[in-house]
């Protein structure tokens, strides 16, 4: 007989071995910039990461007509910038829309619907618009009643004195039924119908019947308009609570019906055209559960609980639900029958098959006490209100970040920051921008109103005695009458302030705090721009202002550079009023910085780099004013044969070690290396061999970009010159690493030289 074969595999007995790779180590970027400025909508002060400019416009909306100069539309620069920046090579950026101190979102009453608190109180229901501003303006918000037969297995047991009531059905219809629903109940034409809220449906028990458990319920009678026999009609009189109590404690139910609708938002019709839909929202439930998800109940294929998924106002935008609408903060609007104990039912909204009804904020002449009209808050141009938090105005370099976190995630009580402070704690931002910094100030006019379009004069047709005809004259129509020409709404818009007027001061306060939030994060650079005004002479009295005025000082000044002048794209919206657009060139700028770290490197400076999308610059600086603006840290853009380039990349720092962009760029790169390494390095046991493994580690990476060109030479130190006795037994690890990095090229000297005749060598220098 054969003795089993015993087969081992390598494992312990109960123990599966199954080998996993180590997490891989995220590339390090800073080709990631913030654009903080003034849009159309979207969420406010909210960083939202974006990676193409269809996923711009399609939450932040089109441009903004923020003022208006001799008849001419003035753009917000962000919307342009952001192009600007994904059409000469970014891939991905950050977005941080800013509004007035007082911008409110618009309000609008829902038709149709109406909210059932448990006294019997009955109020409106109103939406509320996504996000702040005026863009909602002639938005309207329709509804339409979708009705679905229910099969009914028993008596309805209404709830008394705050009990549930229960309903039974048979398996087909609780398969429909879900938490939330609306169930229009009628007990017969001498008994009030009731509305029940479901709260839950239970499991189907024998013969398939499953009990509904109610979370609400309300009386209602039938319009005295309707017929007897139709008490399920749409129009219905709301019965105080007491109703309920002259139930039966145990009611036939003569027929059920679920409830759900439909909502429609649309945008009002310009002169001569039809409403456009923007979004439609089928077999939505009326009265989801707090706890709702977008998607209803987990593991059931049930219909968007609406009114609980709306994304409230300066939350991060989530592409799944609507990007018109939020929810409402009045406890008389779209609240959750657990919050106010209220229940939604529909009184007058019209059913299925017919025209829904729309509601819009701005139609009729009488106010509707609720109903908001959307404001930006831009009817005054702040700068240092718009970009700065208050909160952190008076900071410098060396408490920011720490009084920023106080704040915010050491606090008991967070609050969202604002404007520029509002990226402090976003880790991918290498870059900051704020386009929109460099506007000029405006002022508020009256609006202009529309004008009336002149009466059409009727030809008068005299008798034609030519020929012989019949007695009565021939019938004349007149032509239809034109419409009345409308007003474009860009001329209602404020009016740009003369240059005479304008302060650089709050410009330059905007600037100096985006200088220190990069100097205090120590790994961002601020791309800064001025307006489009600014001459040479303008240009040179900024850069002494801010860099030698007690504005910013020292070290932080390498974390800023300044392109100039504006460049001039081709006019998207506009075209038939100026056929050029000048945007500032921060958008530009920070694209090809993305790439030309993407192509060759962080310590490649990103100059000399041809634009996209640039027509021309303007102002037209002179020639003879090259050397003064260069000498100056201006990155001259300046045009060349075929194209728009950018003379240097430098920032403003006086120090020569510092001049380049590239060297702060390959610094930040490095700190960033040295956090990451860090990261692994903690609760290691500081002992001599470990201090040798962490000098190789470095030596090896730095080897590594000096052979990619980042640096002419290095070296490490780890030994005890640096880790004292002191820091070993306080746990410190030092690792000290001095670079030498590159330096770009930027003036090739050619020496043509006749070597004979004929012949002339060429010598480069």
Known sequence: MTSPTLTFNGRLPGVACTPVLPPSVQPIRLDIPAFVGLCERGPVNLPTPLEDIN??????????????????????????TVRSFFDNGGLRCYVVRVAGPNAVAARWLLPGMRCYLPDGTVDDVFVQAAWPGAWSDGMEV?????????TVDGPYVPGTGGASGQL???????LQLVSGDLVRLDLGPLLPGVYLSVGTVGPSGPGGVAQVTAAGQVPFMASVASPPADLLASAVTLLEPDAMASLPPSVPVVGAKLLRLDLVIQQLPSAGGSAQQLEQWLNLTFNPPANASATGTAGAAVPTCWLNSLQPTGSAPNLNVSLLLGTDSDTTGLVSPGGAGGIFVPVGMDELGTTAEFVDASLGSIPVPGVVAGDDDLASFDPVALFLDPNLLDETVFDLVDDANQLTVLSSNPIQLKGIHSVIAVDDVAMLSVPDAVLRGWTTVAPVPDPVAPTPLVPVVGTDWSRFGCCQPPVVVAPAPSPPPVTPSYLNAPVLDDLADYDPAPLMAVQAAMVSL??????AVAVLSVPSHYLTADYVSWYQQLTSNGQVTGSPLSYAAVWHPWIQIVEPTTPQLAPLRSVPPDGAACGTIAARE????????????????AVALTPALPEADTVTLFNNHDNLLRRQPGAFAALSAHTLSADPALLQVSVRRLLILLRKVALQQGMRYVFETNTDRFRQLVRTCFQRLLTQLTQLGAMVDFRVVTDGSVNTPDDIANGRLIVVLLVAPTNPVEFITVTLVRAGEGLLDVLAS
């Open 598 to 613: 993407a192509a060759r490197g962080v310590w490649v400076a990103p100059a000399n780099m041809a634009l996209r999308g």
């Open 142 to 150: 329709g509804t339409q009643l979708l009705e679905q037969p229910l």
């Open 55 to 80: 996923a711009f416009q399609l939450l932040f909306g089109a441009d903004l007509v923020v003022a208006q100069d001799g008849g001419l539309p003035v753009y917000a620069n962000l919307p342009a």
């Open 168 to 174: 039974t059905v048979r398996t087909a219809s609780a």
């Open 518 to 523: 990069c100097a205090a994060r120590a790994d």
